[in-house]
């Protein structure tokens, strides 16, 4: 149940906050008052968008905060599924919006706008003025009858969806087969040509790498040579100013003193460790100097085998495990090609299988969609006798697609006769706006039942209704708010009569400013908002009198009848 609400610079809203209570709450007010503004609010909680104009002037962010009191077991088990807990029994959902984005939580935790959608969904339901016309398309009638049935439904529709993205892949696969000749053997010679080219170059998986080492040497050996020589020089003992030359002499002078001092001794240690280091590098300097030489067949094959891996690279891959990579993918095409009559046998005896199992199991599911049609038929045939159709056919048609989908093959249409001796047609060729209303009114009462979610929500469902068929919509709405929470927004006295709470939501300006308010009303104040729904501008004795008869009628009417 939707306990409390909240909403902060929305449009004409600067910051309001509503206590809901359980049953039927009703919500009045004058056009433009703000009514709107208030359902539109909730419906960012269900994921609507909003324009930046939306946001209150001189406002930096909009808030919409709804709390919720979960009782339902059948709710808690969905919210869990979806990784929400209940604290103490209730959920919070809020959603910032701010310039160009927005900011959604549940229980004050980060959230995408597709998790609060999912979590708002198991919460509650808002039929819109204009979502009634939604009945007139198959697509929407289909997913009513399935959301009646879906404890069956459900699985066999997972099991067509399946066997849909099998068919559909062997269908492909088929289409891709189904080339002519001539294409194939263009297609093997140059599979053909390519596996040539990586296979003579007898590729070693590393040897790109070995190959760039070797040739920086061989390309630099000059250079490195002549740098070798000038390191000999500067730190051997045969130019006469090399540093061995002269670490030697500093051996011999400090041998001459170090018998006198126990620390001199110690620094002839380091000189002497120091000498030998320097002839043990000078030994391998020389040897590493007399073994190089700059072999010119040598370099121009290296050069030659990384043109070649490049080249390879620049066609297959960007290493040689790409290219090897390539080279067995490419393998395996060929192998394809050359089965070619047999993969297409293969493809068309899958393609026969999985479409008989698509077929099986959209024929299940349309068996049971059959045996729901009949059962839902007679709930739609009870809640329009309720809403006063009085002399009322209906009846779910069925027909096969030419194709199958991966919601099986039915096409079905609602059928329905208002008058006597008329026979049943579509909807859309028989039924008015405010038929079309009062039919949805109908279903959504059915599906809640089933779905067991607590809170409805109702915009203008009156929409083209009068007389006796308003009294009879009031009646339904005080039917449903015994089992649920329902929140309607209405311009009826005679719904507005029935409410378990009243609201009224009205327009006043504020300073310079114009906002929307919300307040409950009780006594004298609802009944004094029914005669201005009863009679207008002018509020006379009589019409109040009116007004207030019909608050005790309905009053008694839940009391007695409604129990």
Do not use: W
């Not at 039927?24 to 994921?47: D, P, V, Y």
């Amino acid at each position: 149940m939707l306990l409390h609400l909240h909403v902060k610079n929305l449009a004409l809203i600067e910051d309001i906050e509503v206590e809901f209570g359980p049953g039927l709450n009703i919500l009045t007010g004058e056009t433009g008052a703000g009514k709107s503004i208030l359902l539109g609010s909730m419906q960012l909680i269900l994921g609507g968008r909003i324009a930046k104009d939306m946001i209150r002037a001189g406002a930096s962010y909009a808030l919409v905060e709804l709390l919720f009191q979960v009782e339902n077991k059948t709710a808690r088990e969905a919210l869990e599924a979806l990784g929400i807990y209940p604290e103490d029994g209730q959920v919070l959902l809020s959603r910032k919006i701010l310039n160009g984005r927005s900011i959604s939580k549940i229980n004050g935790e980060t959230c995408t706008v597709g998790q609060m959608k999912a979590a708002a969904s198991c919460l509650l339901d808002i039929h819109g003025q204009h979502e009634h016309q939604s009945l007139l398309y198959a697509d929407k009638q289909l997913e009513i009858l399935d959301a009646y049935g879906k404890e069956k439904i459900d699985p066999v529709k997972e099991k067509v969806k399946e066997a849909y993205s099998s068919y559909r892949k062997c269908v492909k696969t088929l289409k891709d087969l189904d080339i002519d000749e001539e294409q194939r053997n263009r297609e093997k010679a140059f599979l053909e040509f390519e596996l040539g080219e990586i296979e003579s170059a007898r590729l070693m998986p590393g040897e790109d790498e070995e190959l760039e080492k070797q040739y920086r040497k061989l390309s630099n050996g000059r250079l490195i040579l002549e740098t070798l020589q000038t390191v000999r020089s500067l730190t051997g003992y045969d130019s006469g100013q090399g540093a061995g030359e002269s670490v030697g002499t500093a051996v011999k002078e400090l041998s001459r003193v170090a018998e006198y001092d126990q620390q001199l001794e110690t620094m002839e240690n380091s000189i002497q460790e120091i000498d030998s280091l320097l002839n043990d590098f000078n030994r391998e300097l020389s040897s590493y100097v007399e073994e190089m030489t700059f072999d010119d067949e040598a370099f121009y094959e290296t050069e030659k085998r990384l043109d070649l891996l490049n080249g390879l690279k620049a066609k297959y891959g960007r290493t040689i495990e790409d290219i090897l990579a390539y080279q067995k993918k490419q393998q395996k095409k060929l192998e394809d090609l050359e089965k070619f009559e047999e993969r297409f046998h293969e493809a068309r005896q899958n393609l026969e299988k999985t479409r008989k199992e698509l077929e099986k199991y959209s024929y299940d599911l349309s068996e049971i969609r059959k045996e729901y049609s009949s059962a839902l038929s007679e709930k739609i045939l009870e809640g329009l006798r309720d809403l006063n159709f009085l002399d009322v056919k209906f009846r779910i048609s069925f027909q096969k697609k030419k194709e199958f989908t991966d919601n099986g093959y039915d096409d079905i249409e609602y059928e329905i006769s208002t008058n006597p001796g008329e026979d049943v047609k579509p909807l859309g060729k028989i039924v008015s706006g405010g038929e079309l209303s009062r039919i949805m009114l109908a279903l959504k009462a059915i599906l809640a039942d089933r779905d067991q979610i607590e809170t409805l929500i109702f915009d203008e469902i009156d929409t083209g209704i009068s007389g006796r068929t308003a009294q009879k919509v009031s009646e339904k709405m005080a039917v449903i708010g015994k089992s649920h929470q329902v929140l309607c927004i209405t311009h009826l006295p005679q719904i507005a009569a029935m409410a378990d709470t009243h609201f009224e939501i009205e327009k006043h300006q504020k300073g310079m400013e114009t906002i929307t308010e919300i307040h409950p009303l009780e006594g004298e104040d609802s009944v004094r908002e029914l005669a201005r729904l009863l009679g207008g501008a002018e509020i006379t004795e009589a019409v109040f009198q009116n007004a207030k008869e019909m608050k005790e009628l309905a009053q008694v009417h839940k009391n007695t009848r409604l129990k």
